[in-house]
Structure formats: structure tokens, C-alpha cells
């Protein structure tokens, strides 16, 4: 999983996407989505929109 550390000050927001598509260039869309968003989904229970 990734993660941001927000709202600490030494945070990627309000740059987060920026930081992903820098930090995760050439993986695989599908493989990105699983690192920064879906893995947590389903471990804590979210519904994604």
C-alpha cells in the first residue's frame, strides 16, 4: 500500500497524484490502482465511487 502521511506537513498532499505518477512510472495502471487506492479499500472496508 501507499501512503500519503496526511495531514502531516512532510506529506505528499496537495501533491499526492503528482508524486504517484512520478513514483510509479511504468507500473501498470492496474497494478497502481491495487498499490495506491484498492488494497486499502478492501482492507478497511471502503466503497470506491
Do not use: C, N
Amino acid at each position: 500500500m501507499w501512503s500519503s502521511d496526511y495531514p502531516h506537513t512532510v506529506s505528499t498532499w496537495p501533491r499526492s497524484r503528482e508524486v504517484v505518477e512520478r513514483d510509479f512510472k511504468g507500473v501498470p495502471d492496474k497494478e497502481r490502482r491495487q498499490i495506491v487506492r484498492e488494497t486499502a479499500a478492501r482492507l478497511y472496508g471502503f466503497a470506491l465511487a
